[in-house]
């Protein structure tokens, strides 16, 4: 405790030379928590969006079912059993076929995927609804992406032409019925949804899936056998793998480039503590000549380094409140050009600061300048009491 | 008890590595001071005060010979029980006062209190007591550097004295200081031996110090030359 009070009286006492590392270690400490929550907004946003528009609580799959293999397509489907029915019925699961196809906007032709899914379902936050209807008119829904990329507009219709089971091309024209913004690409991205029974029917797959999507409540009442017999079970954590892996990627560049500028903060305190030992051998001398042992002499001015560190976050605390919480309110826009990454990302991030968070920050922060301040006292327990008195450079 | 030892030297030697040899800083040093001296080591530059005080202070141990200051035997004393002993027992008064700059003078003397775990109240009693000896509880809040050299030092003899220990060490108190400072800082010093039975003990070659020593030891080239006391007419 002598030592903390000791430690803070000197070290205000220096004023201007404190106040500069302090400021420069704020500043790292506030670029940490920010950096830090914008990627964990990102992850949060785009795990709940992807959640939502996609995956549900994790998928049942046809075994041959890859959804980064299109030729995987034409054999991954097979009838959806009693059992599954019975679960489609009480809305647990959804079924979902997957076909290749072309389409040809403005004369030129492009491979898409065509999905069914059923108008009703309500697992997924797809404006399915839309699909029903038509008066003879087979009804479309697809994202802004695709409607972006391929220049379509609700209202437009379009030629698509797909195989059916035996392989025999069809083609028929479609009517987009509906344009929806979604932050997940994997749903949009050169795909058309249509209703399911049409899609089983053009496709002459009745009553068949490629996959399921399933809710909480079917993780729930079948957590002994997820996957049904014949299929295969894809878990939440198993499906967000890709995008779990790009936060941590993200991650660690950013941390390369607040790592630097907490080097640069902590190099300021090493240097600091190195001039002090050597300006302030007289005061150490005098320390230990009035009965303070060699160790607790380290321990001083190793509090008073860390102690940069201690003041770093309170001002960083005064400064990076109101700020921080402003892009919390008002989120971080993402420039337009992100659409095309594929990624699942808002056009705003609001940043989450979990108290997690904010505590590893400060771990972060308190120990590494406590270490930087350490190692040049070690100096002190070498030095020579009579020596330092006289303020003899060591 | 006025005759009790509280610092006794047998026959000490201290050398100094010099390159691949070595300098002898003190030659079969003797000695004994009782409680309440009042004693100087004197003698020119390099004759080896400075170091046998901070023998005495357990700052430093000999080569040889053996050190007791207040029961304790210095050559075996650990780091820690050093730092215990001067922190109770021993004050230090130095040349360059030695001031904690960023404290103020309050500060300055209670130092030596915060590592006796006294309480606050406490603490500031001995502290404006022991300002009070030296004439400083004006400045109780002044920083050292707003501080005369005379009052810094009186703040230095404050800090020693403020733990009430049985021995100060004095080096070259006045070397620093104009006559008049030099003569009320000794007057300060002795008066506090007189009041507080403290052992005082000097290194210096200030005539004006040695006007007011009870016992002159001499010493020249790290021996004892002689070892005289005083008679006051006072």
Same mark, same amino acid.
């Given at each position: 405790?002598?030592?903390?009070?000791?430690?803070?009286?000197?070290?205000?006492?220096?004023?201007?030379?404190?106040?500069?590392?302090?400021?420069?270690?704020?500043?790292?400490?506030?670029?940490?928590?920010?950096?830090?929550?914008?990627?964990?907004?990102?992850?949060?946003?785009?795990?709940?969006?992807?959640?939502?528009?996609?995956?549900?609580?994790?998928?049942?799959?046809?075994?041959?079912?890859?959804?980064?293999?299109?030729?995987?397509?034409?054999?991954?489907?097979?009838?959806?059993?009693?059992?599954?029915?019975?679960?489609?019925?009480?809305?647990?699961?959804?079924?979902?076929?997957?076909?290749?196809?072309?389409?040809?906007?403005?004369?030129?032709?492009?491979?898409?995927?065509?999905?069914?899914?059923?108008?009703?379902?309500?697992?997924?936050?797809?404006?399915?609804?839309?699909?029903?209807?038509?008066?003879?008119?087979?009804?479309?829904?697809?994202?802004?992406?695709?409607?972006?990329?391929?220049?379509?507009?609700?209202?437009?219709?379009?030629?698509?032409?797909?195989?059916?089971?035996?392989?025999?091309?069809?083609?028929?024209?479609?009517?987009?019925?509906?344009?929806?913004?979604?932050?997940?690409?994997?749903?949009?991205?050169?795909?058309?949804?249509?209703?399911?029974?049409?899609?089983?029917?053009?496709?002459?797959?009745?009553?068949?899936?490629?996959?399921?999507?399933?809710?909480?409540?079917?993780?729930?009442?079948?957590?002994?056998?997820?996957?049904?017999?014949?299929?295969?079970?894809?878990?939440?954590?198993?499906?967000?793998?890709?995008?779990?892996?790009?936060?941590?990627?993200?991650?660690?560049?950013?941390?390369?480039?607040?790592?630097?500028?907490?080097?640069?903060?902590?190099?300021?305190?090493?240097?600091?503590?190195?001039?002090?030992?050597?300006?302030?051998?007289?005061?150490?001398?005098?320390?230990?000549?009035?009965?303070?042992?060699?160790?607790?002499?380290?321990?001083?001015?190793?509090?008073?380094?860390?102690?940069?560190?201690?003041?770093?976050?309170?001002?960083?605390?005064?400064?990076?409140?109101?700020?921080?919480?402003?892009?919390?309110?008002?989120?971080?826009?993402?420039?337009?050009?992100?659409?095309?990454?594929?990624?699942?990302?808002?056009?705003?991030?609001?940043?989450?600061?979990?108290?997690?968070?904010?505590?590893?920050?400060?771990?972060?922060?308190?120990?590494?300048?406590?270490?930087?301040?350490?190692?040049?006292?070690?100096?002190?327990?070498?030095?020579?009491?009579?020596?330092?008195?006289?303020?003899?450079?060591? | 008890?006025?005759?009790?030892?509280?610092?006794?030297?047998?026959?000490?030697?201290?050398?100094?590595?010099?390159?691949?040899?070595?300098?002898?800083?003190?030659?079969?040093?003797?000695?004994?001071?009782?409680?309440?001296?009042?004693?100087?080591?004197?003698?020119?530059?390099?004759?080896?005060?400075?170091?046998?005080?901070?023998?005495?202070?357990?700052?430093?141990?000999?080569?040889?010979?053996?050190?007791?200051?207040?029961?304790?035997?210095?050559?075996? %004393?650990?780091?820690?029980?050093? +730092?215990? &002993?001067?922190?109770? #027992?021993?004050?230090? @008064?130095? /040349? *360059?006062?030695?001031? =904690?700059?960023?404290?103020?003078?309050?500060?300055?003397?209670?130092?030596?209190?915060?590592?006796?775990?006294?309480?606050?109240?406490?603490?500031?009693?001995?502290?404006?007591?022991?300002?009070?000896?030296?004439?400083?509880?004006?400045?109780?809040?002044?920083?050292?550097?707003?501080?005369?050299?005379?009052?810094?030092?009186?703040?230095?003899?404050?800090?020693?004295?403020?733990?009430?220990?049985?021995?100060? %060490?004095?080096?070259?108190?006045? +070397?620093? &200081?104009?006559?008049? #400072?030099?003569?009320? @800082?000794? /007057? *300060?010093?002795?008066? =506090?031996?007189?009041?507080?039975?403290?052992?005082?003990?000097?290194?210096?070659?200030?005539?004006?110090?040695?006007?007011?020593?009870?016992?002159?030891?001499?010493?020249?080239?790290?021996?004892?030359?002689?070892?005289?006391?005083?008679?006051?007419?006072?």
């Amino acid at each position: 405790m002598l030592e903390i009070k000791l430690a803070f009286k000197n070290l205000l006492g220096a004023g201007l030379r404190t106040w500069l590392n302090v400021i420069v270690l704020s500043i790292a400490f506030v670029i940490i928590l920010f950096y830090n929550g914008m990627l964990d907004g990102w992850n949060e946003q785009a795990r709940r969006d992807t959640c939502e528009w996609e995956i549900g609580s994790g998928e049942i799959r046809h075994p041959l079912f890859d959804p980064y293999d299109p030729y995987c397509y034409q054999d991954a489907h097979k009838a959806i059993d009693a059992d599954l029915q019975k679960l489609i019925n009480a809305g647990e699961i959804t079924p979902i076929l997957v076909t290749q196809a072309s389409i040809y906007p403005q004369g030129r032709m492009q491979n898409i995927v065509l999905k069914g899914i059923s108008p009703d379902q309500k697992l997924l936050k797809l404006p399915s609804d839309k699909l029903n209807g038509g008066d003879g008119d087979i009804k479309a829904i697809i994202g802004h992406r695709m409607a972006n990329a391929s220049n379509l507009k609700i209202g437009d219709r379009l030629m698509v032409r797909w195989r059916d089971v035996q392989g025999a091309f069809d083609a028929k024209e479609i009517v987009i019925a509906d344009i929806f913004r979604s932050n997940v690409p994997a749903i949009d991205a050169a795909q058309i949804w249509v209703s399911i029974d049409v899609l089983q029917e053009i496709c002459v797959m009745p009553n068949e899936a490629t996959y399921f999507v399933v809710n909480d409540e079917y993780l729930k009442t079948h957590r002994e056998a997820l996957a049904p017999n014949g299929w295969k079970f894809a878990s939440k954590e198993l499906l967000l793998k890709d995008l779990n892996d790009v936060i941590k990627s993200k991650k660690a560049s950013s941390g390369i480039m607040y790592g630097l500028l907490l080097a640069i903060a902590l190099l300021a305190i090493f240097d600091t503590q190195v001039l002090s030992i050597f300006r302030r051998q007289k005061e150490i001398g005098t320390y230990i000549a009035l009965g303070m042992t060699r160790f607790k002499v380290v321990r001083i001015f190793t509090f008073e380094g860390t102690a940069h560190s201690i003041l770093a976050i309170l001002l960083g605390s005064i400064y990076g409140t109101p700020v921080l919480s402003y892009f919390v309110r008002a989120g971080i826009p993402m420039p337009s050009s992100v659409d095309q990454t594929g990624l699942a990302i808002s056009a705003s991030i609001y940043p989450v600061f979990s108290l997690g968070l904010i505590v590893s920050s400060i771990l972060l922060v308190v120990i590494s300048a406590m270490i930087v301040s350490y190692i040049p006292t070690r100096k002190i327990t070498k030095l020579n009491p009579t020596d330092a008195i006289k303020g003899k450079i060591l | 008890m006025e005759n009790e030892i509280i610092v006794k030297l047998e026959n000490l030697v201290k050398r100094f590595p010099v390159g691949k040899s070595h300098f002898t800083a003190l030659r079969n040093i003797s000695l004994e001071f009782k409680k309440g001296e009042f004693a100087g080591l004197v003698g020119p530059s390099g004759s080896g005060k400075t170091t046998l005080l901070n023998i005495i202070g357990s700052l430093d141990t000999p080569s040889e010979g053996i050190a007791t200051v207040i029961g304790k035997r210095i050559n075996d %004393l650990s780091h820690k029980a050093a +730092a215990h &002993l001067r922190n109770y #027992n021993i004050g230090f @008064i130095f /040349q *360059t006062y030695n001031l =904690l700059p960023v404290y103020n003078v309050f500060d300055n003397v209670e130092f030596a209190l915060l590592l006796q775990k006294m309480t606050a109240t406490e603490r500031k009693k001995a502290v404006m007591e022991a300002l009070e000896w030296v004439g400083l509880t004006d400045k109780a809040k002044s920083k050292p550097a707003l501080l005369s050299g005379g009052e810094c030092q009186r703040v230095a003899i404050a800090r020693a004295m403020v733990k009430r220990p049985a021995l100060v %060490l004095a080096d070259e108190p006045s +070397a620093n &200081l104009d006559s008049v #400072n030099s003569n009320h @800082i000794v /007057q *300060t010093m002795k008066q =506090l031996n007189r009041e507080l039975n403290t052992t005082f003990i000097f290194s210096t070659h200030d005539e004006k110090v040695m006007r007011y020593l009870d016992r002159v030891i001499q010493l020249v080239d790290g021996e004892v030359a002689s070892d005289e006391l005083i008679k006051h007419e006072d």
